[in-house]
T-cell receptor, first 111, second 115 residues
């Protein structure tokens, strides 16, 4: 599985847009990029998954440049409830295989 | 659907005792995963099953750990004997065989404390 690098922590304020970038220089041709969110005392929760360009759902957007060596998770207008750890994962159709979680990015949203 | 169900939610035991963690995956999901999370090591995979068959148990720390999946709706993770370093949150997750977004659904976890 491709190794991922993301910031250890980020701070933001309510109402701001938050962008978390993940580097995955060794991504393979058929690897997907998946982001999970984990609140304290809960299991990780799937946020979004993509292969290239841009993917958007009701929670977030995922931007993937043409070379796919990085990806950016964008959270629009964050609220206090978005305070969590965000994990970037890269692999072949991750749902069917074991996930390798890195250290994640701890996002702290302030009022 | 109730989601992935894990029991117990909290477990406190003494070193040397046997601990059994239980998991009920989401109905219809063919994959089941056991993870362990600690501050030091983060979230790490222990073992996963496909159609009740163990596929990869390379993450199981040592022989003290064992996992079974006797049927599609139940799995156990057993630690015998338990040690203080086994203290962690243990998550079970399940995933369907097919789907447009192949995501894993995690349970609430079992917080284990071995004294």
């Amino acid at each position: 599985l491709a190794k991922t690098t993301q910031p250890i922590s980020m701070d933001s304020y309510e109402g701001q847009e938050v962008n978390i970038t993940c580097s995955h220089n060794n991504i393979a041709t058929n690897d997907y990029i998946t982001w999970y969110q984990q609140f304290p005392s809960q299991g990780p929760r799937f946020i979004i998954q993509g292969y290239k360009t841009k993917v958007t759902n009701e929670v977030a957007s995922l931007f993937i440049p043409a070379d796919r060596k990085s990806s950016t998770l964008s959270l629009p207008r964050v609220s206090l409830s978005d305070t969590a750890v965000y994990y970037c994962l890269v692999g072949k159709r991750p749902g069917r295989r074991a996930l390798t979680f890195g250290s994640g990015t701890r996002l702290q949203v302030q009022p | 659907d109730a989601g992935v169900i894990q029991s117990p939610r909290h477990e406190v035991t003494e070193m040397g005792q046997e601990v059994t963690l239980r998991c009920k995956p989401i109905s219809g999901h063919d994959y089941l995963f056991w993870y362990r999370q600690t501050m030091m090591r983060g979230l790490e995979l222990l073992i996963y099953f496909n159609n009740n068959v163990p596929i990869d148990d390379s993450g199981m720390p040592e022989d003290r750990f064992s996992a079974k999946m006797p049927n599609a709706s139940f799995s156990t993770l057993k630690i015998q004997p338990s040690e203080p370093r086994d203290s962690a949150v243990y998550f079970c997750a399940s995933s369907p065989e097919t789907g447009s977004q192949e995501t894993q659904y995690f349970g609430p976890g079992t917080r284990l404390l071995v004294l």
